[in-house]
């Protein structure tokens, strides 16, 4: 177990009854940048998620988050690799002005069903800051080289932009059940 921080940003935590003896999140190594989140089920009731499953687990705690700074809620790498358990709605943000229960949504992507049980480590909260921006409406943006580029568009051979060919009007074909007749008709093209 890493040693305990004295330095950093400090986070007020409210340990819920029903989280009782159970640690606080913690660092696992002195350079990580996620803290443990630990199931908060009952010793005698266990949640089991079926293959393709999703369940929502308490971890018993509430947050007091510094202005300026949001919880991001992660999978465990080790549930994914092993279990194929992994958080639904990842990452998942604990805004600064929330004060219920952090709450881990867990869905099972596995094959065989999961159980979580109390004390489970089954996600990372790593707390970031982050810029609260203004949306200015404005009539065109700055040009850049990538341009609209989406999805799959970076990393390309080619930095040329890419042009389409003129739309060509084609003639449908038609074949009839029983013959091999082949016939034109007039059809408007797929645009």
């Keep these: 177990m890493a040693k305990a921080r004295t330095s950093g940003t400090r986070v007020r935590?409210?340990?819920l009854p029903h989280a009782a003896g159970l640690p606080l999140p913690a660092h696992q190594t002195e350079h990580s940048a996620?803290?443990?989140l630990i199931a908060a089920v009952e010793e005698d009731a266990p949640i089991f998620i079926p293959a393709g499953g999703h369940a929502l687990i308490p971890t018993g705690l509430q947050l007091e988050l510094p202005p300026g700074t949001e919880g991001q809620v992660?999978?465990?790498s080790g549930l994914a690799m092993k279990h194929g358990v992994t958080v639904l709605n990842s990452p998942g943000t604990i805004d600064a002005d929330y004060r219920g229960e952090v709450k881990v949504l867990l869905i099972n992507l596995g094959k065989v069903p999961f159980t979580i049980v109390r004390g489970e480590r089954i996600a990372q909260l790593v707390v970031a800051t982050y810029t609260r921006v203004h949306m200015v409406l404005v009539s065109h943006l700055k040009a850049t080289t990538r341009g609209a580029g989406g999805?799959?568009?970076t990393g390309l051979q080619s930095k040329e932009p890419a042009v389409r060919a003129p739309h060509k009007k084609r003639k449908r074909v038609q074949?009839?059940?029983?013959s091999a007749q082949r016939r034109p008709r007039k059809t408007r093209p797929i645009r």
Aim: hydrophobic letters at 40%; glycine letters at 18%; charged letters at 25%.
């Design 34 to 36: 996620g803290l443990d």
């Design 175 to 178: 074949v009839r059940a029983g």
């Design 74 to 76: 992660r999978p465990r």
């Design 151 to 153: 999805f799959g568009s």
């Design 13 to 15: 935590v409210v340990q």
